[in-house]
């Protein structure tokens, strides 16, 4: 694993939010490698409103055991997310409507990341003053180019 490799990140992403649930797949070029034992996955991600080559948002992956993972990803609105299994955290999500305060729940982390690559399956759930606003989850694939 070399930040000189090159990497094809796969992210399958799900959220149901009143029984309904959607679910979105993008491929993106990345960056993956291991900094003081964390194994880290970096990506551009572009939504489908992207009128330029520079309107993106940084992602970055960090899991630090196979029960603790961090995401960050920094656009416009800055959004920082702490997943520990069986764990409450508050996160902190900036939006077009301001800044909210969410408590996250991490029910299941799957990590099958290695130095070639892998996968990593991660559930939870967010809630907003004592109500569940949304059930998450989402599968991502580290492949060598």
């Known amino acids: 694993m070399s930040m000189d490799k090159k990497y094809i990140i796969t992210l399958t992403a799900s959220q ?5 649930r959607d679910e979105l797949t993008f491929t993106a070029p ?3 490698y ?7 996955v970096k990506y551009k991600e572009y939504s489908e409103e992207s009128r330029t080559e520079d309107d993106y948002s940084l992602n970055t992956l960090k899991v ?3 029960t603790r993972v961090s995401i960050l990803r920094e656009s416009e609105h800055t959004t920082r997310l702490f997943l520990e299994k069986d764990k409450h955290h ?4 900036n939006t077009p409507m301001g800044d909210l305060m969410f408590n996250v729940l991490c029910t299941k982390i799957h990590n099958n990341l290695d130095e070639n690559g892998g996968t990593l399956e991660v559930s939870y759930a967010l809630d ?5 606003m949304s059930r998450n989850g989402f599968l991502l694939r580290v492949k060598e180019n």
């Open 16 to 20: 149901e939010v009143d029984g309904q």
């Open 128 to 132: 907003l003053n004592g109500q569940t």
């Open 30 to 32: 990345g960056q993956y």
């Open 64 to 66: 630090y055991s196979d």
């Open 34 to 40: 291991t900094e003081n034992g964390v194994l880290i």
């Open 90 to 93: 508050h996160c902190h999500y």
